[in-house]
């Protein structure tokens, strides 16, 4: 499964987020998965996890303007790859599109 998502800022802000939400973002993906593990290499997250007993593995890079991911998922979750990746592009959508990453503010009145 592959995911291409424009992150809207620079590859090291975007990179930063990534950082600090990559364990919440495979947890969200419910409480059946278990042995995560994930490495960065400069721009690059290599990660692994098992949910539902299948190993799903993969890497996800941070560019100039997007993000890329692939992602290996077992036979069993193909059926699921559309939903899985509509998933993957909401939890995109919460960490980039929030306004501390473009630098604006929400004032309330």
């Given at each position: ?5 424009p ?8 990179q930063?987020e990534?950082?600090t ?41 941070v ?6 991911l692939?992602?290996?998922l ?8 559309g939903?899985?990746?509509?998933r993957?592009?909401e939890?995109m ?12 503010e929400?004032?309330?009145?």
């Amino acid at each position: 499964m592959k995911v291409v998502f424009p992150h809207g800022t620079t590859s090291a802000l975007a990179q930063e987020e990534l950082k600090t939400h990559s364990s919440t973002l495979i947890a969200r993906f419910g409480s059946e998965v278990t042995d995560v593990r994930q490495e960065w290499k400069e721009n690059r997250l290599t990660f692994s996890f098992r949910a539902r007993g299948a190993v799903v593995s993969g890497w996800l890079v941070v560019g100039e303007k997007d993000v890329k991911l692939e992602a290996n998922l077992p036979l069993m979750a193909m059926f699921w790859e559309g939903q899985i990746r509509e998933r993957v592009v909401e939890v995109m959508r919460e960490i980039f599109m929030t306004p501390k990453i473009h630098g604006k503010e929400q004032h309330r009145r």
